[in-house]
């Protein structure tokens, strides 16, 4: 069955106002958040339940198609970059909260709702969904489980795989089946957690829900240099506080900040740090006390504390805005996503800054310093010839320097198409070989968002399930006929 | 063949030699015992093992070896007493990097130390990194911390050919590649050696204190640890401990600084009712697994409790333990009857999962440890690729596996 076949099936299942295939409203879903990897999809269907999406994966399956899942398509990896001969599922309509359940700190969700809508609708009970990535306005729940997201409250509160208890999930083969933490059998949850949409689709998801703190204290210190903001830092873990957040920003995108949102930081900072801490109230209280001296001690000039609502919101406004506050100072950017060890802060952010004077490409920094993941947005302009490669060189030399720093290529954003090439330099052949018999379990036939994360797709052997003999080990009585 | 086999593997390791009878794993005697003393050395063990198509048990410090089914076969047992080192501790990144045979209580005094812990309780004294990963062993602290799978943030296993692979890294963010920690972390040494693991760590805490109440009933107590969690008191455990016709005791944890421990415990008593008391010292039974020949490990909603603890009644004398806070508890229970045992556990899988971990093995022959779980089609398929030749702890898992 080609695409065309597929497409009139699909709508006689699903209705065909939720199949699309006019190219001109096909190009609305080419690519994610990561725009300058673009594929028109073959074909796009919008289901509205598990049982759709099951049926829409067995045809997919029995034709030979690839198919892409996609969510609100804020990825930053192109994670749901289309295929042009596959099938684009998009988890839009499926945006249901099916159940808030306070007494048991759950909620259950279907995969299309809105990060920031399951935290609204918990809140009346004194509770929200910790996992709060920056797109968390729009970003689906589904999303998050498929890239493991974090933000800037992960520090203390983990990323999604700590808050989900188990997923429904659409199998490569059609199947509906159920995975969850604590069934007794392999954590398949863990594995599917963050991988990137390659091992199923999730159509149902129950989360944990995270009890309201009793107290939450923000506060803005501003340093002369990012190396004396990086120390605070340093000096802050080691003293055995946890903070919930602690966020850097170096001059650079705090010039930005200031032009898009006048957020009003301190004058001639060279760096400002974010620190929040939540919780019980005498600790919070004491703690805090405890990060105000330290960063004064560590060299901050100008120490803010929110005393309100309104004021935290002004401390963060500069910091959420960032990323899109870059454009005001650049016509083009890069966002880079690597992380360190915390400790190694000083170093490579000093590398980083010896890079861009070298290359004569300007590298904002804003991180999240608490867990050492850092996001240097490399800009450039876009007019002039050359610069994006130059931008795109930096930008891959940064992630050299957090590999050499025995960190990572991703902290948040994933791995999806913009890094598989980079996997081979954290992973050996046989890593990235063992991870891919995770994926020959779940997808042997390598239709389910083919061509991410991996570099190269390994051969799966036989496909299980469609065994004609015996199994030779069958035969000779070494293993169990299931 | 053993002769040949134990010939080989001394090629490769130094400490080979044949295996006793008192070394069955759930009586079955291995053949072999080797305990490499290196990463590479383990690799080139289960090299030869592949070779030989000898099937390969782990062992660590045999806290758990009488978990699960017995193997179908065991020629080789791997012995991880060698890979005891700490590898790498970045005290200031709250990072510890260790071998898989290192116990969990010589990994715990080492990063005292330096004022630091591996938020993991450790139920059974001396079980190693190693086995409390495959078995996914944890207790109290899980409410707040995480299971051992959640502070897990790298692994390097050995696979079933021999080759060393790893995922994660040392650094607690990172979402490059498939999280295969978590896939070993509960899989009972069914597809891999796990040889390294490296951990994310978080401050000692200045001060504790426990908490603990009688309530008259389940209801009662279910209201008291609702009451708790429902708080923002931020407590770090929420245990409960009952027996099937007695009064169900609540124990809450609460860790920090000490003005604010203090004030938070007093609140907490409040909670659990005039007679709560405030201890220092955790109460005899806290982190214990329940006593009895099984033990059967159950995961539920907390609001579940009542009803778990009414299926008790179901085999008089067993006892119930365990995080209530987070859905997570054990059942004890002394019998040899299987018939009682599958009563109970009946009676505990109409209410949540309920695992069984051990047995007096007339009741192990007798009952399905497991019960119904899922995605076992995929686990099949997982384990088929991982261990195509099923000699890794062959027939220990669910389903046979
Ligand atoms: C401004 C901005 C800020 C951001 N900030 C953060 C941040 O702070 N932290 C962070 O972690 N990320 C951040 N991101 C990245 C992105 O928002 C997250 O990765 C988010 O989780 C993606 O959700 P989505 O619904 O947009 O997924 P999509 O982009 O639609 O898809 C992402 C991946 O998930 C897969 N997928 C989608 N739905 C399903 C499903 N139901 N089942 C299986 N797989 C599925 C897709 O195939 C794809 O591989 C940011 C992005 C932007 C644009």
Known sequence: ?482 | MTGDALEALRRVCDEVREGRPEEGVLGVTPSIVAAPGTVEEASAVMRVAAERDLAVIPRGNETRLDWGMPPTRCDLLLDTARLDRVIEHAADDLVVKVEAGLSLDRLAETLAAHGQRLALDRPLPGSTVGGTLATAAGGPLRLLYGSSRDLLIGVTMIRADGQVAKAGGKVVKNVAGYDLGKLLTGSFGTLGLIVEAAFRLHPLPQARAYVTGAAEHAERAWQAVRGVLHSPLAPAAIEVDAASDGPVTVGVLVEGVPEGVAARAEAVAGVLGPDARIADAPPRWWGVYPEGSTLIEVTAPPSALPRLVAALAAAPGARLRGSAGLGGLFVGLDTTDPAEAAALLKALRSVGAATVRYAPQPVRDEIDLWGPVPALTLMRRVKDQFDPGHRLSPGRFVGGI
């Open chain 1, 1 to 482: 069955m080609g695409l065309a076949a597929l497409a009139r099936r699909f709508a006689e299942a699903i209705g065909d106002e939720w199949v699309i295939t006019d190219p001109v409203r096909l190009r609305t879903y080419e690519c994610d958040g990561l725009t300058h990897h673009r594929a028109t999809p073959g074909l796009v269907v919008l289901p509205d339940t598990a049982e759709q999406i099951a049926m829409v994966v067995r045809e997919c399956a029995a034709a030979g198609v690839p198919y892409v899942a996609r969510g609100s398509g804020t990825g930053l990896s192109g994670g749901a970059l289309p295929r042009t001969d596959g099938v684009l599922i998009v988890t839009s309509r499926m945006r249901r909260i099916l159940r808030i359940d306070p007494d048991d700190q759950r909620a259950v969700v279907e995969p299309g709702v809105i990060n920031l809508e399951l935290t609204r609708a918990a809140r009346p009970y004194g509770y929200y969904f910790a996992p709060d990535p920056s797109s968390q306005q729009i970003c689906s729940i589904g999303g998050n489980v498929a890239e493991n997201s974090g933000g800037a409250h992960c520090l203390k509160y983990g990323f999604t795989a700590h808050h989900v208890l188990a997923c429904e999930i659409v199998t490569p083969d059609g199947e509906i089946t159920t995975i969850s933490r604590g069934d007794g059998g392999y954590d398949l949850l863990g594995a599917f957690v963050g991988s990137e949409g390659t091992l199923g689709i999730t159509t149902k998801i129950t989360v944990r829900l995270t009890r309201l703190p009793e107290t939450v204290q923000t506060l803005l210190a501003a340093f002369e240099t990012i190396e004396a903001g990086g120390a605070a830092v340093s000096a802050i873990i080691g003293a055995g506080i946890v903070p919930a957040a602690i966020e850097m920003m170096d001059a650079l995108s705090i010039e930005a900040a200031e032009a898009a949102v006048a957020c009003g930081y301190p004058e001639g900072a060279g760096a400002v740090l974010i620190v929040e801490l939540d919780g019980p109230a005498a600790e919070v209280e004491r703690e805090f006390a405890e990060v105000r001296r330290l960063c004064r001690e560590r060299g901050a000039f100008e120490i803010r504390t929110a005393a309100d609502e309104a004021e935290r919101e002004l401390i963060w406004r500069g910091r959420k805005s960032a990323f899109a506050a870059v454009g005001r100072i650049s016509p083009a950017y890069l966002v880079q996503d690597g992380v360190i060890p915390r400790t190694a802060l000083p170093r490579v952010l000093a590398r980083i800054d010896e890079l861009s004077r070298d290359s004569g490409v300007r590298v904002a920094n804003v991180f999240h310093a608490g867990d050492g993941n850092l996001h240097p947005l490399v800009l450039f302009d876009d007019a002039e010839p050359e610069a994006a490669r130059r931008a795109e060189e930096v930008s891959g030399r940064i992630l050299d320097l957090c590999i050499e720093h025995g960190g990572s290529i991703t902290g948040e954003h994933g791995v999806g198409v913009d890094k598989a090439r980079h996997m081979p330099r954290m992973f050996t052949e046989v890593d990235l070989d063992t991870m891919q018999m995770v994926r020959c379990a779940f997808d042997p036939a390598g239709l389910c968002n083919p061509g991410k994360v991996f570099p190269t797709p390994r051969l799966c052997g036989e496909v299980p399930g469609i065994r004609k003999e015996p199994h030779p080990l069958v035969r000779e009585g070494k293993a169990e006929l299931f």
